[in-house]
C-alpha cells in the first residue's frame, strides 16, 4: 500500500503541472468537446510511458547501477528549472483562455492534436520514463508503484477533463492562471527537494 501511494502522489504531483496537454484537455473540458476520447487517449499513453519506464528503468539499472543517481540529479535540475518557469509565468501572467474563439471540432484532429502533445512532448519521458523510472527502481514493490502511478493517470485526466466544466468561470481570468503557475511551481520546488534528499 506504501508503494502504491508513493506511486499515485508522485504521478499526479507531475502531472497536475499545467503545460500544453492539460491546457488542451482544459479548453476541450470546458467547450465540452470530445472530452472522452481525449482523456482516453492522454490517460492510456501515460500509462503505457510508466510501465515502460517501471520495467525498462529497472533493467537500466541492473546493468548500470549508478544511472539511478545519474537521472535524479537531471530529475532535480529539470524540476528546478520547470518551477522557475511557472514562477516566471506567474510573475508575468498568461491571460485567461477564451474558450468560444473556434469553431466546434472535428474528432480525429482532436484526438491527433491530443496523441501529439503527449507522445511529441519531451518532458513527458523525463517525467514518466526517467524521473519516475527512477525512483521506481528504489521501491520494494514495483508493481504496487507502477499500479498507483497509472491509476492516477486515469484518475487525473478523467477529473480534469470532466471537472473542467466547473472551472469555466474561474480560468477564463488571467489571476487564476497567475495563482495556479504560482502554486505548480512551489510543488516542483517541493518535489526537487524530496528527490534530493532522498
Same mark, same amino acid.
Given at each position: 500500500m506504501s508503494a502504491m501511494l508513493t506511486g499515485f502522489s508522485l504521478s499526479m504531483s507531475l502531472i497536475i503541472g499545467i503545460g500544453a496537454q492539460n491546457a488542451f484537455i482544459l479548453r476541450?473540458?470546458?467547450?465540452?468537446?470530445?472530452?472522452?476520447?481525449?482523456?482516453?487517449?492522454?490517460?492510456?499513453?501515460?500509462a503505457i510511458l510508466l510501465i515502460a519506464g517501471v520495467v525498462g528503468f529497472g533493467v537500466l539499472v541492473a546493468k548500470i547501477p549508478w544511472i539511478v543517481d545519474l537521472v535524479r540529479y537531471v530529475g532535480v535540475g529539470f524540476?528546478? &528549472?520547470?518551477?522557475?518557469?511557472?514562477?516566471?509565468?506567474?510573475?508575468?501572467?498568461?491571460? $485567461?483562455?477564451?474558450?468560444?474563439?473556434? @469553431?466546434?471540432?472535428?474528432?480525429?484532429?482532436?484526438?491527433l492534436t491530443a496523441i501529439a502533445l503527449t507522445w511529441l512532448n519531451p518532458h513527458v519521458y523525463l517525467e514518466t520514463v526517467m524521473l519516475l523510472g527512477a525512483v521506481a527502481a528504489q521501491s520494494?514493490?514495483?508493481v504496487a508503484f507502477a499500479t498507483g502511478a497509472v491509476m492516477s493517470s486515469f484518475v487525473f485526466f478523467f477529473s480534469f477533463g470532466y471537472g473542467a466544466r466547473l472551472l469555466?468561470? &474561474?480560468?477564463?481570468?488571467?489571476?487564476?492562471?497567475?495563482?495556479?503557475?504560482?502554486?505548480? $511551481?512551489?510543488?516542483?520546488?517541493?518535489? @526537487?527537494?524530496?528527490?534530493?534528499?532522498?
Open positions: 476541450q473540458g470546458m467547450r465540452r468537446e470530445h472530452v472522452l476520447p481525449v482523456v482516453l487517449v492522454c490517460a492510456f499513453s501515460d524540476l528546478v &528549472l520547470y518551477g522557475a518557469m511557472k514562477f516566471h509565468a506567474a510573475w508575468k501572467g498568461t491571460g $485567461g483562455m477564451d474558450i468560444a474563439e473556434k @469553431a466546434p471540432t472535428l474528432l480525429l484532429p482532436t484526438v520494494d514493490n514495483k469555466t468561470p &474561474l480560468f477564463v481570468k488571467p489571476v487564476s492562471w497567475r495563482y495556479l503557475d504560482f502554486g505548480v $511551481g512551489v510543488l516542483m520546488l517541493l518535489i @526537487a527537494a524530496k528527490l534530493w534528499f532522498h
